[in-house]
């Protein structure tokens, strides 16, 4: 089967000696390739303020904290998404409060947004899902007109742009993930960045148990908690080799998808993914739209090509039951999506394959 996710991981005469130098270098624990890494992931996405983190979701709950987002507080999230999204909401202890998303998109519906604000909420989270961005311009507009901080979580979509730069550079934070099966895996680990540089103090305390690095620890002082939510040297390592080669990646992902949407453009019946125009996807899935989504799903299972909906909607998990609401725009999507495989994986014939398959339908 052409799978519809894979593991993106360097060549081993390229890894194995970097990574065998930290590992015995006797300097194992956040140091120095982590703050390497966090200067190489800057420059080659011009993205400043950035934080290397645990994972994605510490990137999230760093974020949000940072955005004073407390227990009783309201955070406008989107439910089409991975569910780290929103659990990072309830670390916070605050509400999640659904936006209703674009059918056409997958990602949140601006005006949903507008009319969910309330004096509780303390933050918009919006999800670039599956690598497509979504309408900042207004959503940063909203944001601003409210005096509300707009967090990016970009963790599927690495090398996307939004008005000619990488997504995460109009909100006040951004998050991005580098667990197993994203563009960029360094097994596990995550980007914070932040718009405010004045901000870093304080997220460096949150991601290292409330205390800075280098100052000793017998005259240190914790006044905020924080967590364990560093990179280590050995993670920032596999990172390093990783930025290496990563245009290659993300060019190959956004080939692919541009090919599909050349190609779906002329299929009847079928549909796709549409960003406004001011948007570039990296397609870390690509996202089809049919009203028969389940018998494409069948006939590209039966033709070897893995090809299914991704993420269970946040919002039919009972620990969000308290903030139910209809979402006729999800209920739309989910309906009619269907992921396909678009990576670099996915090679010409294979995606021949694909759209032949699904004119045959
Ligand atoms: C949209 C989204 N946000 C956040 C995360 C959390 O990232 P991590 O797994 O690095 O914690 C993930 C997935 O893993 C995700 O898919």
Redesign the pocket.
């Known amino acids: 089967m052409l799978p519809i996710v894979k593991v993106a991981l360097p060549a081993a005469d390229e890894l194995m000696p970097a990574l065998e130098k930290t590992l015995y270098s006797g300097q194992i624990a956040e140091g120095e390739q982590v703050y390497e890494f966090e200067k190489q992931f800057s420059e080659k996405f011009n993205i400043k303020n950035v934080l290397a983190m645990?994972?994605?979701?510490?990137?999230?709950h760093a974020a949000l904290k940072l955005c004073g987002v407390e227990p009783g507080d309201e955070v406008i999230s989107t439910p089409m998404?991975?569910?780290?999204?929103n659990l990072?909401i309830l670390y916070c202890g605050a509400k999640v409060v659904w936006a209703d998303i674009d059918p056409q998109l997958g990602g949140m519906d601006p005006e949903s947004v507008r009319s969910k604000i309330t004096d509780k909420t303390k933050a918009i989270l919006c999800?670039?899902?599956a690598g497509y961005p979504v309408n900042l311009a207004e959503l940063k507009s909203i944001a601003n007109q409210h005096g509300i901080p707009l967090i990016e979580?970009c963790?599927?979509a690495l090398g996307a742009l939004y008005a000619g730069k990488h997504v995460g550079l109009v909100g006040d934070y951004a998050?991005y993930?580098?667990?197993?099966?994203?563009h960029m895996t360094t097994i596990?680990?995550?980007v914070l960045a932040m718009a405010n540089p004045e901000k870093m103090e304080e997220a460096k305390k949150f991601r290292w148990f409330g205390m800075l690095k280098g100052v000793p620890r017998t005259e240190v002082n914790i006044s905020s908690v924080g967590y364990k939510y560093n990179m280590n040297n050995v993670v920032a390592t596999i990172g390093q080799i990783q930025l290496r080669n990563i245009e290659n990646v993300l060019q190959r992902h956004i080939e692919n998808g541009k090919y599909f949407d050349e190609m779906f453009a002329k299929v009847a019946g079928v549909d796709f993914a549409k960003c406004d125009a001011n948007a570039e996807p990296s397609y870390w899935l690509y996202t089809l739209l049919s009203d028969e989504s389940e018998d494409l799903e069948k006939a590209l299972n039966a033709a070897g090509i893995s090809a299914s909906k991704l993420?269970r909607p946040n919002n039919y998990h009972s620990i969000f039951d308290g903030s139910k609401t209809d979402l006729p725009g999800l209920d739309k999507f989910y309906k009619r999506l269907l992921h396909l495989p678009c990576g670099w994986w996915v090679s010409d014939e294979d995606r021949a394959l694909i759209v032949e398959t699904v004119k045959k339908g």
Do not use: M
């Open positions: 645990s994972s994605g979701t510490a990137a999230l998404t991975a569910e780290p999204t990072s999800v670039h899902y979580d963790a599927h998050i993930s580098f667990q197993a099966i994203k596990d680990g995550g993420h």
